[in-house]
């Protein structure tokens, strides 16, 4: 009996002892950032970073890391950031439901995402000292670019309540953002085909087969809309004050109607097209499987270089050497991922973070660790981008091969006013990382924000896809069914009632059939 | 009061962990199922499922494509099991390991491989309803073996001995001794193959691009936007698979197994 006591108060004393451990952590004056992020969204340091590959650091630490220690040195107080990743806006959606008010500070979701939380009351404002370009810690209002600072300024937060007038700035900083578009292998696809056809590649004979789109109900829809009202967008006049705003207004349609046509333009897509994926397009393409791909552009930037170095990234030998990147003239999707703070948040520290991550260094490791675009301007990030593009026209025998390629309307006066235009390859400008990397401003004024849909909409659009996604057998599929079930059930009941059935082979040599009666009788 | 130890609270752990981790979440899930989003108690959930063609085909074609890879792992996996119960080859345990070896390579490796060999092949993105049935008997076939074998290896000898005596011949000794007495093997067999074609739906996005829906997809898509819908969904699939598995299992308690566990 003592033994099992002594045993008991043993495990007793096992199991408290982590309370403890809990308890002893609560005390010292830490705070805890808790940073809810894509997966593969910030700068992990070591092998692959900026830092290890432009100044040989190989035990760079990871942006995290460096927040921890900046906050600490800035404000006195220590830090810790419990950094963890989502896969989709719906998986943070729902992981946010289920979570206790403060237990995320920090969140990275889609622009639309933001509008839903936003429209549902569960983010916290920003502080208006955030927005103070006197405060020196204030890098997030002194580095973006005023390109997307308009755009977040001029789009509302909750369309559907005319009463609320705040915008995106209230609620969210930016963080990435790019278009969609598709990568292509130039080897079987021309260009021109493409600049005729616009989104309906997706529907085009000549590469069935040959193309893929997301797995994702959002990106589809707003390809079956710019494919069905092509004729509507093409009708508009880009110079005209209002075009943004019309724009906007045919690609978020969600009517009835509407939904009724998108659907029969996504079927012949779902008929035509290779298949639907979420992260194996760029494999795919690179390997050759594919020809075209629908992508956001940070993707196809990463795809053009991995076919670059000639390899895809399971280090299978490229089809291709050179992919393009091609954005539909009629209408491209503008996105954003940006910063949110949930109800009950630590604003302070929050805020911190987006500003650390919008210093102009760090904003490059960003860029250079993930492939995306940032939000961030200023003249470190046009340094990296004519790094990487700027070109001398004198190595080119003709001036036909470069062109003047002007990303003012990005920079603005975040660097010297002229400097943000440089000379480019014609090739990288019109096809290739370049224009996919930082679009023109001609390309980002064809482009529409894709808002949130609201409550009802957004399950009228999931059913749709659930639609597009089986194969509907129309009358025919019960009688499937009910076939498959009596099988079902015909089966074990065979099994069960079959040992009696008799199959009668042929008696072995030498011995002779006797009826089962005849024995009986004998 | 003095807590006796008694043998008897050794169960509570396992009465514990079936409590929140089998009763409990089943009861969330049918909780989900009947309410809407605002927690009040609906049947809409079940008739929508039931009035929307699509979803009732997802189920039929869910239906159709395991019932084949089942017959599939079944047609294949038995000669297998007999060839490798009967024969006097030594080492035979070896020819089963090279059954079974795949079965401890990682999931997600293995469909990649199909993935690319049906590429080298041509049939990737052509034949997606194909190369998903392919996917999954691959995947599944060990499941079907090791069950059927082990149950032919226990039936005794003699048995066969006495049927060929009384003058069966291959045929006879087959469908009167061999079947039935390894009918427990198929069902576990079937059992560990037919349930989880209906629902692994990594097999059917990497092999049909997915373009090939199954049940499972369906309640996973559904977790992402609509809980009670996901939910129902996947209820009415926990009512398919407790009818089969009940139809399968019954017949387990029968006489006819007897014969199997001498």
Redesign the interface.
């Known amino acids: ?1 003592n033994a ?1 006591r002594i045993g ?1 108060l043993a495990l007793a004393a096992a199991l408290t002892l982590p309370v403890f451990a809990l308890t002893g952590c609560a005390k010292d004056d830490t705070i805890v950032l808790r940073v809810y992020n894509w997966e593969e969204y910030m700068d992990e340091g070591g092998e692959g970073s900026y830092d290890a590959d432009y100044n040989g650091d190989e035990q760079a630490p990871a942006m995290t890391e460096r927040f921890e220690a900046w906050y600490e040195e800035t404000y006195g107080t220590p830090i810790r950031v419990e950094y963890t990743t989502f896969g ?1 806006n ?2 943070m959606y ?1 992981q946010l439901m289920l979570a206790n008010e403060g237990d995320y500070d920090l969140l990275c979701p889609s622009e639309y995402m933001i509008m839903k939380l936003a429209a549902e009351d569960r983010l916290e404002r920003y502080d208006e000292s955030f927005f103070d370009p006197a405060i020196e810690e204030n890098y997030y209002i002194r580095n973006v670019s005023p390109f997307i600072r308009g755009i977040f300024d001029g789009n509302r937060i909750n369309k559907a309540d005319a009463s609320d007038d705040s915008t995106w700035t209230d609620y969210a900083a930016g963080y990435m953002w790019g278009v969609t578009g598709f990568i292509y292998n130039p080897k079987y696809v021309e260009y021109d085909e493409l600049k005729e056809l616009g989104w309906d590649i997706m529907r085009a004979p000549q590469y069935r ?1 040959k193309v ?1 789109t997301k ?1 994702n109900v959002r990106d589809s829809y707003f390809v079956a809309l710019a494919i069905l009202y092509r004729d509507e967008i093409e009708a508009l006049d880009p110079s005209a004050p209002d075009y943004g705003t019309k724009l906007a207004e045919i690609m978020n349609r969600t009517d009835e109607e509407t939904i009724e046509q998108v659907e029969a333009v996504m079927q012949e897509m ?1 008929e035509n ?6 992260d ?1 397009g760029k494999a795919d393409i690179v390997s050759g ?1 594919i020809w075209l791909n629908f992508a956001w552009s940070g993707d196809a930037v990463y795809a053009m270089d991995l076919a670059e170095a000639g390899e895809d990234e399971d280090g299978n030998e490229a089809e291709s050497e050179l992919l393009n990147f091609f954005i539909p003239d009629e209408c491209a999707n503008l996105w954003f991922d940006g910063w949110v703070m949930p109800k009950g948040a630590q604003k302070q520290p929050a805020q911190a973070f987006v500003n650390f991550l919008s210093m102009p260094e760090n904003a490059v490791r960003n860029m250079y660790y993930i492939g995306y675009s940032g939000v961030i301007a200023g003249e470190e990030v046009l340094g990296y981008i004519k790094d990487c593009y700027e070109i001398d026209p004198e190595e080119y025998e003709s001036d036909e091969d470069y062109v003047p390629y002007d990303l003012s309307y990005f920079f603005g006066d975040t660097v010297e006013t002229g400097s943000a235009v440089f000379y480019a390859d014609r090739e990288q400008a019109e096809h290739r990382q370049l224009q996919a990397h930082y679009p023109t401003k001609e390309t980002t004024l064809r482009c529409a924000v894709m808002d949130y849909y609201g409550e009802e909409a ?2 009228n659009i ?2 749709l ?3 597009i ?6 009358g025919w ?2 009688a ?2 009910i076939v ?2 009596v ?3 015909a ?3 065979f ?2 009632f ?2 009696k059935l ?7 040599k ?4 006797v009826k089962q009666e005849n024995i009986r009788h004998q | 009061m003095r807590l006796q ?1 008694s043998r008897k609270m050794l169960g509570i752990p396992y009465a514990v962990f079936l409590l929140f981790f089998v009763i409990l979440p089943m009861l969330i899930i049918l909780f989900y199922a009947f309410t809407d989003k605002e927690m009040h108690f609906t049947f809409e959930n079940f008739v929508r499922f039931f009035s ?10 869910s ?2 494509i395991a ?1 084949i890879t089942t017959l599939a792992c079944l047609a294949i996996a038995y000669p297998v099991a007999y060839i490798l119960a009967r024969s006097r080859m030594k080492k035979k345990f070896v020819l089963l390991l090279l059954f079974v070896t795949p079965m401890w390579i990682n999931f997600v490796l293995r469909v990649n491989a199909i993935r690319e060999l049906l ?1 080298w092949v041509g049939l ?3 034949a ?1 309803y194909f190369n998903t049935i392919f996917g999954m008997v691959y995947d599944f076939l060990p499941f079907m073996i090791l069950p059927v074998y082990t149950s032919l290896l226990k039936i005794d000898p003699s048995y066969y001995e006495a049927s ?1 005596d009384l ?10 001794i061999t ?2 007495l390894s ?1 427990p093997g ?2 576990s067999g ?1 059992t560990m193959v037919f349930l989880p074609s209906m629902t692994n739906y990594v097999v059917s ?2 092999l ?6 199954i049940i499972g ?2 309640i996973y ?7 009670n819908m996901g939910s129902m969904v996947a209820l009415i699939l926990l009512i398919v698979v407790f ?2 598995t009940w ?2 299992g019954g ?1 387990k308690e ?1 006489d ?1 197994v007897r014969g199997a566990n001498i």
């Open positions: 009996m099992k008991a989709t719906e998986d729902n087969n893929t797995d779902d097209i290779y298949g639907y994926e979420t194996t499987k957004n399950e999931n059913e896809w659930s639609r996604k089986a194969e509907t057998l129309d599929a019960i499937v069914l498959a079930a099988l079902i059930v089966v074990p009941l099994a069960k079959g040992g008799d199959f009668r082979g042929k008696p072995k030498g011995y002779k059939l | 130890f929307d063609p699509s979803k009732l085909s997802t189920i039929a074609y239906l159709v019932l590429n990737l993105g052509e997606n060929a003058g069966a011949g291959w045929t006879r000794t087959f469908t009167r079947l039935p009918m198929i069902m079937i996005d990497m049909g691009n997915s373009k090939v829906t997809k369906f898509e559904y977790f992402g936007t609509n809980w009818l089969s139809l399968t017949f029968e006819t």
